[in-house]
């Protein structure tokens, strides 16, 4: 069966191009730096948004229009199993990511839940030996169902724990069959409403015990994907513990896992943290544990998850500035976490058209990007700016060779202090030009 008639095969067109279902600049096989954009930018789809989301918000019911949904349970699960890799074939991309309950139903127990998947995950693997698709990453959904009302591996509940830890174990072994190069947890319900109930100790030492049982267990089963924690701030708890880049990377230093995670950021995670998207990359990045991207963009309107698919390219730009600079994202990838909207795209095909944009915008960031740090222009702004630490005290400083005693015999002797401007609009200009010259001649 047909499951997307009206779609052929999306090729590359450039930037001229009319046609609704084709590349204008994601031109998958262009070499940069001795690689193909397919290769650098490892697009991945989010099976949970494209095949399994019915378009519902807080004040209304779905409105999505799929012709699987026609189906019940475990038919339902089949097709879009079916649908999923002519989807994939179709976009011509190479990756995808999913929640357990993403693919298959639950059961009426965790044995029944288990068997489902087993069902299912059969089904993909057939299908993913007559594809050139791969597990970018999967995951347990441990924040839907009720029984993680309190958490999951922050719970109150002993008993939830167990269950939440039998499904990430279940999710391990999956991984493992699949090939999945990375294991993402996303703490969903890991937080507090309120420290008026809550032992935040004990919370946050299970779930420091919870993630060493995981990297032991992969280890145990010889699972050797990339672990990564996905930072959320807000949303649905009042505080998530797992709330932005910084306090994620302090709370795998306290518990010694460093060395064992890595980050997925997201862009609209950021926007609710009150960073920007390039600030939680940057601070992933400067410490070594970038690992994966889940492309997207918020509403700075909006106190909520919108998941919008990208279409800024100033912060595709910035972002992919930051990915380069990473030497790209290794086992990670771009993962369009990212659903069409409940009024303006809930028809089938309109899962191509926001694909395809949100892969243009970023294939539009990566060679702005690219330029950038060919010409050095951050790089030497940023030389400028800090060049007194190059030199005299500042470099005494920076080698460790100053204390209290040679800075205030320094300032003691200092007539005048003189300050560079930043130079702000300049930058912002500066990118502006790069931005538009890069596609003025296409």
């Not at 290794?330 to 309109?350: I, P, T, W, Y």
Request: proline share 2%; with cysteine; net charge negative.
């Amino acid at each position: 069966m047909t499951w997307f008639e009206n779609v052929d095969k999306i090729k590359y067109e450039g930037s001229k191009s009319q046609n609704p279902l084709a590349f204008k600049f994601y031109n998958p096989e262009e070499i940069i730096n001795g690689k193909s954009m397919k290769e650098f930018l490892r697009y991945g789809v989010a099976y949970w948004h494209t095949f399994t989301a019915p378009l519902s918000d807080p004040f209304g019911v779905g409105t999505a229009i799929r012709n699987w949904d026609k189906y019940d349970e475990m038919d339902q699960a089949k097709a879009r199993v079916e649908a999923a890799f002519e989807f994939f074939d179709k976009l011509g991309v190479e990756y995808f990511c999913f929640h357990d309950a993403d693919i298959a139903p639950e059961g009426d127990s965790l044995r029944e839940s288990n068997q489902n998947l087993d069902t299912i995950v059969a089904l993909i693997k057939d299908h993913m030996k007559d594809s050139n698709v791969k597990l970018l990453w999967n995951t347990a959904n441990n924040f839907t169902n009720p029984r993680f009302v309190h958490g999951a591996a922050s719970s109150n509940n002993a008993d939830v724990y167990a269950y939440a830890a039998a499904k990430v174990k279940k999710q391990l072994e999956i991984g493992k069959e699949l090939g999945g190069e990375n294991y993402v947890f996303w703490g969903g319900r890991e937080g507090y409403e309120t420290l008026l109930n809550t032992d935040l100790g004990l919370e946050l030492d299970n779930l420091g015990r919870f993630f060493q049982m995981a990297a032991d267990y992969a280890e145990e089963i010889g699972f050797d994907a990339q672990f990564l924690i996905e930072p959320k701030p807000k949303e649905p708890t009042t505080h998530q513990y797992d709330f932005d880049s910084q306090s994620t990377h302090a709370f795998l230093m306290k518990y010694g896992l460093q060395d064992k995670f890595k980050l997925n950021i997201e862009a609209n995670h950021a926007t609710l943290a009150g960073h920007t998207f390039e600030h939680e990359l940057r601070y992933a990045r400067v410490n070594g544990i970038l690992g994966s991207v889940d492309a997207n963009q918020g509403d700075p309107l909006l106190g909520w998850d919108t998941d919008e698919f990208p279409a800024d390219i100033y912060s595709t730009t910035l972002a992919m500035y930051e990915i380069i600079k990473n030497g790209g994202l290794g086992s990670g990838g771009l993962n369009f976490d990212a659903k069409v909207r409940r009024g303006g795209s809930f028809d089938q095909e309109d899962l191509f058209h926001a694909h395809i944009a949100g892969m243009d915008h970023f294939a539009i960031g990566y060679k702005v990007a690219n330029q950038l740090v060919q010409d050095r222009v951050f790089e030497n702004i940023i030389d400028d700016r800090y060049a007194s630490f190059k030199e005299g005290i500042g470099k005494d400083i920076v080698e460790g060779k100053a204390d209290f005693k040679s800075l205030e015999a320094h300032a003691l002797n200092l007539k005048e202090i003189k300050n560079k401007s930043g130079r702000l609009e300049v930058i912002k200009a500066t990118i502006n030009q790069y931005l538009l010259n890069t596609f003025a001649s296409k």
